[in-house]
Structures are given as structure tokens and as C-alpha cells.
């Protein structure tokens, strides 16, 4: 236990279906994450949030379109996915954005996208 | 570009030591991470390393050269648990975290 859970742990969807991903830390971070993570290759950071506020968006498609009401819950929101899509999706959080500390993992959801 | 270099995959015997290398090149160093990551679970993190030398938790030591791009992940008394992937982290100037694409350690009893 890392103290960051996600929901679901495994989802199959349909290219046109609508579904979204949650993420939650008990640790009174205030930095959140989402990273992609496919077989072979590096994490690839998609969003991040600090306080709330987004401040790195690495030139993901649109439909895939993040939330964060609070610091404690994340939320990424899918639709119209592709299967080259299907991957593990992680959340992470730390303390603060952009310092060095160490981030803490979820178990991540395993998307597959018929 | 920005680019970590580690093997795709390793094999080890149990209670033997294995040597995971880490190469980088980044446009600024703010400190190396190494993380462990069992099959279907979450990453986890084990060491960090911001000047060189060696950093030693227990049966996993990392080493750092700045000079030369290189860090290692040494894991002594291999046990079968430690069968899992060792992805490598690097911190760049703009603190963004730069990652490998993980090695893959297979211990054999």
C-alpha cells in the first residue's frame, strides 16, 4: 500500500464508449500525476497538477481530458479512445511539483480499447 | 534529446549480486531515482542519488557519476521477490522527470 488507489483496476471499452479513471492519495500530497505506461517503453507523463492547478500537459490527444477538484482526488476522463490507447495507466503524487522528491505510485488500471 | 539507456532485460541466481547500469543524457541533472515495479503492481521507490558515490539501503546499494551519465543498482543476497523490473529516473534542469524503459530481472533459484 503506497497510500494512492486507483478505480478501476481493469476497464475494456469500446472506441466510442465514454469512461473516466480515479485516482485517490491519503498522504496530503499536492502534487498529482497521470503517466502512461505501455509495454517496453518509458513512463510517459501526460498531466500534472499542483494545488489543484495544472501545470504540464505533454501533448496529449483531447480525448483524454483530466480533473482535479481537490488535492486528493484526480480524475481522467476518456472518450472516442483508440486502440493504440490500451495501456497501464498510473497515478502518482509527492509533496510539491517540480522538486525532488520522490513520487509515490498507484496500482495503476490496466485499459484495454476494443 | 533527452534519453536513459538501461538493459531490457537481466538474469540472476538466487543469493548471488547482480549490477543493473543506468546511462543518461538530459539536459541538466537534479538528481537520479530508481524505482522497483513487480508485475501488475505499482512502482516503488529505493534509492535517490544527487552526488556521486554510493548510497546503501541495506542489500540494494545505487551509485552515481555525474561526470560520466552512468548510475547502477546493486542488489546483493538475491532473493526470488526481487524478480521484477528496475526502471531508472532522471530529474532534468526543468525538474521534469525523464525515465527508462526499466530492466526486467529474472532470478532463477
Known amino acids: 500500500e503506497t497510500g494512492v488507489t486507483q478505480t478501476p483496476r481493469h476497464l475494456v471499452m469500446g472506441m466510442t464508449n465514454k469512461k473516466s479513471l480515479k485516482c485517490e492519495q491519503h498522504l496530503g500530497h499536492n502534487a498529482m500525476y497521470w503517466y502512461k505506461q505501455s509495454a517496453k517503453k518509458p513512463l510517459e507523463l501526460m498531466f500534472v497538477?499542483?494545488?489543484?492547478?495544472?501545470?504540464e500537459n505533454n501533448s496529449v490527444p483531447s480525448r483524454f481530458s483530466p480533473e482535479c477538484p481537490n488535492s486528493s482526488h484526480l480524475f481522467l476522463h476518456l472518450h472516442t479512445l483508440q486502440p493504440e490507447d490500451s495501456a497501464l495507466y498510473l497515478c502518482?503524487?509527492?509533496?510539491?511539483?517540480?522538486?525532488?522528491?520522490?513520487?509515490?505510485f498507484g496500482p495503476g488500471t490496466r485499459l484495454t480499447v476494443t | 534529446g533527452q534519453n536513459i539507456d538501461q538493459p531490457t532485460e537481466m538474469t540472476a541466481t538466487e543469493g548471488a549480486i547482480v549490477q543493473i547500469n543506468c546511462t543518461y543524457q538530459?539536459?541538466?541533472?537534479?538528481?537520479l531515482f530508481w524505482y522497483q515495479q513487480h508485475a501488475g503492481e505499482a512502482p516503488t521507490f529505493l534509492s535517490y542519488?544527487?552526488l556521486d558515490g554510493l548510497e546503501e539501503k541495506g542489500r540494494f546499494s545505487s551509485f552515481l557519476s555525474r561526470s560520466k551519465g552512468y548510475s547502477y543498482l546493486l542488489l546483493k543476497e538475491l532473493q526470488m521477490k526481487d524478480s521484477a523490473s528496475y526502471l531508472c529516473a532522471v530529474r532534468d534542469s526543468n525538474y521534469q522527470l525523464i525515465w527508462g524503459a526499466g530492466t526486467k530481472l529474472i532470478i532463477k533459484p
Open positions: 542519488n544527487v
Open positions: 497538477y499542483n494545488f489543484k492547478e495544472q501545470t
Open positions: 538530459t539536459s541538466g541533472f537534479n538528481g
Open positions: 502518482a503524487s509527492s509533496p510539491l511539483a517540480g522538486e525532488s522528491y520522490e513520487q509515490y
